[in-house]
């Protein structure tokens, strides 16, 4: 084997590490030169040799500067790694541009920008990403390419009695048992049943949960972590200088004149409001209700859901956070309804903590329920409960509970003795620290005592992270005694950089001797040069969510069941080995690992240090929302294996800047202006376009295609679907082809249903049951007869559904399956029999005016003691989720008949303008199961309404404008669309919302005068 390549002083050199997205002109900017060559150790890059910046484009060499050693500190073990590692300091050159950075013989580094907007590129993908994790919403175009409908909408229900939640007890049960030795023995019950709770639920019925953000890779939400959440947003948002001014991080809200950050804060602490009891304690979290975790589906496919018990923990965290919330000023100023509710909902929570400890004691009143808020048993969470009540209220009794309950110089506050400004105790120690500044209490009103502790421990928290940052090789803060321990997990270098973004606020500070405020940027930068981004699954795209970070040091490969441990047995050297290991920050693995798996409380901490990076460049003034972008040049229909180039077009964007990704059905991911694919499968096909500015300002488009083929499609129809045991009453099927009869044609069926085939049906003349049918050359059709085989066994009434299978040479069209009936004619009796189930369109007309939905009806037959859930599928012109979804906002392609109903409807609504797609028939055909039988109608169809109006006439005006007219009705709102050319594939809308005040409506297009020629088309909006 040989492995060959050029030797070009700009070849491409992985040793060569440099911030791909960029770097601030003003800002420090470093590359980091180091390569592990296994058993090899490090390779050995002279300094000597030096480094250039050229241009990117043209090759030239801009900047030329020396190589400096960065020596790893903190490992003990021998050889120690990255001790040969260089660095490239270029932060004098600040001339804008894409530049590569080359070593003498090694090569060249990716391309990177030197751009002013670098710095708001990585706040606004973190906001995307935060956006991303949204719950109880859809995730819709212009603001994501990743859309869905509303996820987890339904309320959640109260886990009592037990007997009727044995799942959700027994999970709890599970977790009560793992203990955590730093804690002291729990003097209350272990919470392993109902009946031992110590703060038994009052409400019982469902409780609504919608909205908050999903809380990791799964779609639980932790009360413990909600209030985490909206701390660090708050707290960015007040204390840090010009982030609460930020309006243009790209989230829905952009632009409506408030904080961007406060308004993700906003939506995290509607629902935490939710989560409290009547008698004022918080539920500990929602969680699936019959699972723990819903790995294989997307969000808006999510399970019924639980909320679990209640704890002094997770109440005394929601009191903090919404106390934090509705006594910001700018809070206050911005949502005065929100913060008022909040802060009575504080309130009566601390009620149920004063009631808890005066009741149990304060050790007596803590149950601990999982790991979450189990740190420092609940001490941590009740001393931000004090503090924020005091800053909150004024309250003098606050004050002194938070002095009582928490002293910030005490070194048992400390997680393992050395990680400062953990969990609740970091939460009060910053917003005491920074309560003036924040103005939620004048300077008179604080011990300066504590204050000074407080601050004291902000900038020691710092001084920690930043040593951590000075001491790695890479710039990370990863700290030392992790690398004793030789362990990693959870880590995320964004993270890791806000104790300094804090601390930062605390200068200009005239009791420091030194302003440390450019080497905390320095160190947040270097911290920022070493992010990754998130995997994902369940997706039907090959890329993850944008934004979503990456834990960027792992201890390992991951236990992964179709590989047990295989994978890190592979590495070479060993992970575990005594001497040389593998070095840590080699240890990227593109698999599925927990341990490099986010939660949001990392996204709110990354977002909030990333947000005020952006407000020391000119681009934090920039104003953006969102703007709507449109694919080009795609037909509505094309044949496999032939190329199609598609443009992504962005209404007054200048494109050229930007960096544009593409994902397509069966494709791998492409970067550039255009995109030029190749379906090779039949059906329905899916093109999405991202672009990204420089700035971090991005556009999204989606777009749809059918792929036709030369194939037959082929149909499966029943004219006799009953056959009797003991009898000449034969049923038959008949399999149909489109196109050429020249050859014989092969179909697979499969068989299912209550029936066996050989044991209880076959065909009549060959007395075999096989599973490929052929459609003889000379042929459309070809119908073959069942008989039922005759027994002696009283089975009753059975059905044997035959679906086809997709196949090589030819299209699974629609019907595609039959469900035939066999008759028992034994004496007895037979087991129940299955009901039949039928679907009918009881509103087969639906608008995207309005939207007017369409409506499917299931009925059944027979009892209706039990719940009956019916699959079906989704088929015709229209596509889901693109031009109708389900009035949940789910697609589930299934309904459940409740207990007692012999129905249920389904209604669908049209989604996207009025006039934007024409015509399109969304069918719907129910799917074979054994616990109904397909009755007949099984399907039925709604039609989308084309809602375009006859334009009756067209005058062009003199001063070279058009005038166009059309019927109307009074009240009604209509939009003109236009195209310049008949082979354009979409309408551009041309006026704004014109409302009729007659019935008759003219207006006029003074805008087409340089076109050679234009094409019109008048909408009703509503």
């Known amino acids: 084997m040989r492995f060959v390549a050029t030797m070009g002083p700009l070849r491409y050199s992985p040793a060569i590490h440099v911030n791909q997205e960029g770097y601030v002109p003003s800002f420090p900017k470093k590359a980091i030169i180091g390569c592990y060559l296994g058993n090899l150790g490090e390779m050995i890059i002279?300094?000597?040799?030096?480094?250039?910046?050229?241009?990117?484009?043209?090759?030239?060499?801009?900047?030329?500067?020396?190589?400096?050693?960065?020596?790893?500190?903190?490992y003990d073990y021998s050889p120690r790694p990255y001790q040969k590692v260089l660095q490239a300091d270029f932060s004098i050159f600040t001339r804008p541009g894409k530049y590569r950075l080359v070593v003498p013989g090694l090569g060249a580094s990716l391309p990177f920008l030197i751009d002013d907007?670098?710095?708001?590129?990585?706040?606004?993908?973190?906001?995307?990403?935060?956006?991303?994790?949204?719950?109880?919403?859809?995730?819709?175009?212009?603001?994501?390419?990743?859309?869905?409908?509303?996820?987890?909408?339904?309320?959640?229900?109260?886990?009592?009695?037990?007997?009727?939640?044995?799942?959700?007890?027994?999970?709890?049960?599970?977790?009560?048992?793992?203990?955590?030795?730093?804690?002291?023995?729990?003097?209350?019950?272990?919470?392993?049943?109902?009946?031992?709770?110590?703060?038994?639920?009052?409400?019982?019925?469902?409780v609504d949960v919608s909205g908050g953000h999903h809380d990791a890779g799964d779609y639980s939400k932790y009360t413990i972590n909600s209030a985490a959440l909206i701390h660090y947003l708050v707290f960015a948002a007040d204390a840090f200088n010009g982030v609460g001014q930020l309006d243009n991080l790209g989230i829905p809200e952009s632009g409506d004149g408030k904080s961007d950050l406060l308004e993700e804060a906003k939506w995290e602490a509607d629902f935490l409001a939710k989560m409290q009891d009547a008698d004022g304690g918080f539920y500990f979290l929602v969680y699936p209700r019959d699972r723990e975790y819903e790995w294989d589906i997307l969000p808006d496919h999510g399970d019924p859901q639980v909320v679990w018990p209640k704890n002094t923990a997770a109440t005394a965290a929601a009191v903090a956070a919404l106390a934090q919330c509705g006594s910001s000023p700018l809070f206050k100023s911005q949502f005065p309804d929100a913060a008022t509710h909040y802060l009575a909902k504080a309130r009566l929570?601390?009620?149920?903590?004063?009631?808890?400890?005066?009741?149990?004691?304060?050790?007596g009143a803590y149950q601990k329920i999982t790991h979450y808020g189990d740190d420092f048993t609940h001490d941590d969470e009740l001393a931000w409960a004090a503090c924020e009540m005091f800053l909150?209220?004024?309250?003098?009794?606050?004050?002194?509970?938070?002095?009582?309950?928490?002293?910030?110089?005490d070194a048992k506050t400390l997680q393992w003795g050395w990680w400062r400004l953990y969990g609740g105790y970091g939460c009060a120690t910053r917003s005491y620290a920074f309560a003036v500044k924040t103005g939620r209490r004048k300077l008179n009103e604080l011990d300066p005592v504590y204050l000074t502790k407080c601050q004291n421990e902000i900038a020691n928290g710092a001084a920690d992270q930043l040593r951590r940052a000075q001491n790695n090789a890479y710039g990370t803060?990863?700290?030392?005694?992790?690398?004793?321990?030789?362990?990693?997990?959870?880590?995320?270098?964004?993270?890791?950089?806000?104790?300094?973004?804090?601390?930062?606020?605390?200068?200009?500070?005239?009791?420091?001797?030194?302003?440390?405020?450019?080497?905390?940027?320095?160190?947040?930068?270097?911290?920022?040069?070493?992010?990754?981004?998130q995997y994902a699954q369940n997706d039907r795209r090959v890329l993850p969510p944008s934004g979503l970070p990456l834990g960027n040091i792992q201890a390992s490969f991951a236990y992964l069941d179709p590989y047990k441990s295989e994978l890190g047995a592979l590495c070479f050297p060993q992970d575990g080995a005594a001497s040389a290991p593998y070095p840590f920050y080699d240890r990227w693995a593109d698999s599925f690992n927990v341990t490099t798996e986010f939660v949001a409380v990392d996204q709110a901490r990354s977002l909030a240090s990333l947000a005020f990076v952006s407000t020391l460049t000119s681009v934090k003034t920039q104003a953006w929302s969102s703007a709507a972008a449109r694919i080009l040049g795609l037909p509505a229909q094309v044949s496999t294996n032939t190329p199609v180039t598609a443009t992504l077009q962005a209404p007054g964007m200048d494109l050229s800047g930007a960096r544009i990704v593409w994902e397509a059905r069966g494709q791998e991911p492409a970067y550039g202006t255009n995109f030029t694919f190749v379906p090779t499968s039949y059906g329905g096909q899916w093109v999405e376009a991202e672009a990204q500015w420089p700035d971090g300002r991005r556009v999204f488009a989606a777009a749809n295609l059918f792929a036709e083929n030369d194939l037959p499609t082929v149909t499966i129809v029943s004219a006799d679907t009953t056959a009797t045991e003991g009898t000449n009453d034969t049923a038959s099927f008949t399999l149909a082809r489109t196109g050429s009869t020249i050859s014989n044609l092969t179909v697979t069926l499969t068989p299912t249903g209550t029936a066996t085939k050989w044991n209880d049906y076959r065909r009549l003349l060959e007395g075999d049951m096989p599973s490929a049918f052929t459609i003889p050359a000379g042929a459309s059709s070809a119908t073959f007869t069942i008989m039922a085989v005759d027994d002696t066994e009283v089975e009753g009434n059975e059905t044997a559904t035959l679906t086809i299978q997709s196949g090589p040479d030819y299209n699974v069209g629609t019907p595609y399956y039959v469900t035939l009936t066999l008759l028992d004619n034994d004496l007895g009796t037979p087991p129940p029999a299955v009901p039949a189930v039928t679907v009918i369109a009881t509103d087969d007309k639906a608008s995207r005016v309005g939207p007017d939905p369409g409506t499917f009806t299931f009925t059944r037959s027979g009892g209706a003691e039990e719940s009956l859930t019916v699959n079906f599928l989704f088929a015709g012109t229209a596509t889901k989720w693109i031009d109708y979804r389900r009035a949940e906002g789910i697609m589930l392609e299934s309904v459940t008949i409740p207990a007692g109903a012999a129905s249920t409807a389904l209604t669908i609504y049209p989604v996207g303008e009025p006039g934007s797609a024409g015509s399109k028939q969304v069918v719907l055909t129910i799917v074979p199961n054994v616990a109904y039988h397909v009755g007949s109608p099984s399907s039925a169809t709604v039609t989308i309404a084309d809602d375009t109006l006859r334009i009756t006439s067209v005058i062009p005006n003199s001063d070279g404008g058009t005038q166009l007219s059309w019927s109307s009705e009074?009240?009604?709102?209509?939009?003109?669309?236009?195209?310049?050319?008949?082979?354009?594939?979409?309408?551009?809308?041309?006026?704004?919302?014109?409302?009729?005040?007659?019935s008759f409506t003219l207006w006029i297009d003074d805008t087409g005068g340089a076109a050679r020629e234009r094409y019109y088309q008048v909408r009703v909006v509503n």
Not at 349 to 363: C, E, H, R, S, V
Not at 506 to 526: E, F, G, H, M, V
């Open 349 to 363: 929570g601390w009620q149920f903590l004063t009631n808890a400890i005066a009741k149990y004691g304060k050790a």
């Open 117 to 206: 907007g670098i710095a708001m590129a990585f706040a606004r993908t973190y906001a995307l990403g935060l956006y991303h994790q949204r719950c109880g919403t859809n995730h819709a175009l212009p603001f994501t390419r990743f859309t869905d409908g509303p996820c987890h909408m339904t309320p959640a229900s109260v886990p009592s009695p037990q007997a009727l939640f044995t799942f959700t007890w027994n999970t709890i049960s599970k977790y009560t048992s793992q203990l955590n030795s730093d804690n002291p023995p729990q003097i209350a019950p272990r919470l392993d049943n109902e009946a031992v709770q110590l703060y038994p639920f009052v409400n019982q019925g469902p």
């Open 970 to 998: 009074p009240g009604r709102v209509y939009r003109v669309a236009y195209k310049n050319s008949l082979s354009e594939s979409d309408w551009t809308n041309l006026s704004s919302d014109i409302t009729a005040t007659d």
């Open 477 to 533: 803060s990863f700290p030392s005694e992790s690398k004793r321990d030789r362990d990693a997990g959870w880590y995320f270098s964004s993270e890791q950089a806000f104790d300094m973004t804090v601390a930062y606020q605390l200068y200009p500070r005239p009791d420091a001797p030194t302003d440390s405020r450019r080497d905390y940027l320095d160190a947040i930068l270097s911290n920022l040069n070493y992010e990754g981004h």
């Open 46 to 74: 002279p300094a000597s040799l030096g480094f250039t910046l050229v241009d990117a484009n043209t090759g030239e060499q801009v900047y030329q500067g020396q190589l400096s050693a960065r020596l790893d500190l903190g």
């Open 392 to 409: 909150a209220t004024g309250d003098p009794s606050f004050h002194q509970k938070l002095k009582e309950w928490f002293d910030p110089t």
